[in-house]
Every structure is written in structure tokens, then in C-alpha cells.
């Protein structure tokens, strides 16, 4: 009974073996006969995230090839997190750009808005620093950023305006008046002939050009979308027949690249914010040469 017993034991046993090694080839047959060793679970590799949610843990590495390169001043790998990225509108992109501008690789006044250009800025400071040239800006960049450039000031965030006010038309020297300049392509908010604020502003082509000539501030809206193309106008001021002083997202990402249909656009959307609500209803715009 003993030797029976231990063989009916042995039999039990080798059954089980036969039965997991029948589940593990199904897994993973070969078709050769042979069993495959179940596959071993392996975090994925990074990858950017638009969101910025997704953030690797420090095992999150293929388990079979080389390794990831890795940051020598960190010892992480490159582009752990998105921080920042096309379409993003906020004050960290408004310091982004002004520390960019310290180093030379972004030309213009800092908007707050993140669109091709910034992300062509961002793309050669990672080129000169030898990182993965994406656009988007990863904790590894912004670090290094950093670390060569101070705290923007005040004046550095937000500047008067990037292109230089030309002498103001004569009109414009009495009275509450919205200046605009065709030559130098700025807008100059002026009370008794001093300029309180000035913005860069950008004009329609030819086939949709902004009149010049002398207006009045006709009405106001502090959300507008355009019933003829679509598009939102945040702080429109219109000055005639549908022609209007708005913010252009499109303005603040691809700058004079583009044209309006005949508005004058403004890039710079926090100072528009705080021009629209000292233009009253009936002020004089002068749009000029």
C-alpha cells in the first residue's frame, strides 16, 4: 500500500507539472515543441506626455536592449515630464519665453502663449545643449534653462512692446485715442498726447486690408467670435464696419507670419485685458502710416 501510495503521489505531481507547462506554452508557443518561459512584465519606456500626468517611475526601462541615455547632470533620462507644450497659455510659458529671450534664442516679447515659435525657441536651446530636440519643454530642459538665466524682472515679463513706437500722427495728441501705427505696427493707448500703453499689433493682407483713417470706438465685447470666419476675438473693441482691435491666438503663435482678415490683432493678450477695460465706448482710434 506504501509503494502505492508514493507512486500514485508521483504520478499527481508529474500531471500538475505536465498541466502548468501546457498553460505556459499557450501563452507563448513557439510551434517548434518547445515551451517558451513566460514573459516577464516590464515597465514601458518613458514617453512624453502632452498632459504632463504621465511621469516614469526611475525602473521605467526596457528590460532587454541598451539603456536609456541618461542626463550627466541629473542621472535621470531625458524628457521625464511635459512640462510645457503647443497651445499651452499661462504665466510659467510667459516666463519660459522672457528666460529664452535672456539667451538669445526667442526675439520678441514674451505672450504667455506657447505656439510655434516658442517651440522653435525651445527646439534650438535643446540642440546647443544636446537634448532631445522636441519642442516641448521636459524637466530636464526647464532645469537647465534654469540654471543659465536669472528670475525674469517685472520689465523682462512684460515690456512695453517689441516693436519701437514711431512718432504719433497729429491726430492722436488730443483726447483718448487708440494710435495705431501701420509703419511701426504698434498700437499706442494715449490720453492728452502721453502714451499710457503700447502693444504690438499686426494688420489684414492685401486682399483684406485694415482701413485707414479716423473712428470711434462703435461697441465692445469682452468674448466675441466672428460670424464670418469663426474664430474667437476675445476683447474686441470694433472701430468700423466690422473691423476690430482683438486678441489673435494665431498672432501670439506664429507672429508676422500670418495676416488678419482686417482687425487689428493683438498678441500680448494680458495687457489688451486691462486696455480694454480703460477704453470706453466713443474714444477716437487712429489708424495711420
Not at 498632459?51 to 532587454?64: E, I, M
Not at 485707414?212 to 474686441?236: C, D, L, N, Q
Amino acid at each position: 500500500m506504501k509503494s502505492s501510495s508514493v507512486i500514485r503521489r508521483a504520478v499527481l505531481v508529474a500531471t500538475a507539472v505536465v498541466l502548468a507547462a501546457g498553460c505556459t506554452a499557450r501563452a507563448g508557443d513557439t510551434g517548434k515543441g518547445t515551451v517558451s518561459p513566460a514573459p516577464t512584465s516590464a515597465a514601458p519606456a518613458p514617453t512624453e506626455s502632452a498632459t504632463g500626468d504621465d511621469k516614469p517611475s526611475s525602473s521605467a526601462t526596457p528590460s532587454t536592449g541598451t539603456p536609456s541615455a541618461s542626463d550627466p547632470a541629473t542621472g535621470e533620462p531625458p524628457g521625464a515630464k511635459v512640462l510645457m507644450d503647443d497651445g499651452d497659455e499661462n504665466t510659467q510659458v510667459r516666463e519660459l519665453q522672457a528666460r529664452l529671450r535672456q539667451v538669445g534664442y526667442f526675439d520678441r516679447a514674451p505672450t504667455g502663449f506657447y505656439g510655434t515659435m516658442t517651440a522653435g525657441a525651445v527646439k534650438g536651446f535643446q540642440k546647443k545643449r544636446g537634448l532631445p530636440q522636441t519642442g516641448t519643454v521636459d524637466e530636464t530642459t526647464w532645469r537647465k534653462l534654469v540654471a543659465l538665466t536669472h528670475e525674469p524682472t517685472a520689465d523682462e515679463l512684460r515690456p512695453a512692446t517689441t516693436n519701437k513706437l514711431d512718432a504719433p500722427d497729429p491726430r492722436c495728441l488730443t483726447g483718448r485715442v487708440l494710435c495705431i501705427s501701420k509703419e511701426s505696427r504698434t498700437l499706442a493707448w494715449m490720453i492728452d498726447g502721453k502714451v499710457v500703453s503700447s502693444l504690438d499689433v499686426r494688420f489684414g493682407s492685401e486682399n483684406t486690408p485694415t482701413r485707414e483713417g479716423e473712428f470711434k470706438v462703435e461697441w465692445k465685447a469682452r468674448e466675441w467670435t466672428s460670424t464670418i470666419y469663426h474664430t474667437p476675438m476675445p476683447y474686441a473693441m470694433f472701430f468700423g464696419r466690422g473691423q476690430a482691435v482683438h486678441y489673435s491666438a494665431d498672432f501670439a503663435a506664429r507672429g508676422y507670419a500670418g495676416a488678419s482678415h482686417g482687425c487689428v490683432n493683438v498678441r500680448d493678450k494680458g495687457k489688451l485685458a486691462v486696455l480694454f477695460d480703460a477704453v470706453k465706448v466713443g474714444d477716437k482710434v487712429v489708424v495711420h502710416w
